[in-house]
């Protein structure tokens, strides 16, 4: 299992700077941070700690399985982003 970021995210890094295996992307040091609309989760990477969770203050993070109904296509666009 793993967590997912949906895209109310405004890109805070408050998540990455939480998570205790460095697979919340990109990271405003990188390339790629300025043309991504959010930050994604690694689900190979991803130990299901629940760290990222409380820190968010945009309600923009899941657990897989309780991902809201309308937000599921966020599930493939994290994995999509690493693949
Ligand atoms: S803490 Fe929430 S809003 Fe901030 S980067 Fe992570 S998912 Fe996005
Ligand atoms: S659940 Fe833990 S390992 Fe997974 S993204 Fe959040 S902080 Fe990182």
Redesign the pocket.
């Known amino acids: 299992m ?2 997912v970021i949906t895209d109310n995210c405004t890109k805070d890094e408050l ?1 990455a700077q ?4 460095d ?2 992307h990109p990271r405003s040091d990188n390339d790629a941070f300025a043309g991504t609309s959010q930050m994604y ?1 690694n689900p190979a990477e ?7 969770l409380p820190v968010c203050p945009s309600n923009a993070i899941f657990p897989l399985d309780e991902v809201p109904a309308d937000k599921q296509q966020f599930i493939a666009i994290n994995e999509q982003y690493f693949a």
């Open positions: 793993a967590f998540c939480a998570c205790p295996v697979c919340i989760v991803c130990i299901d700690c629940g760290a990222c």
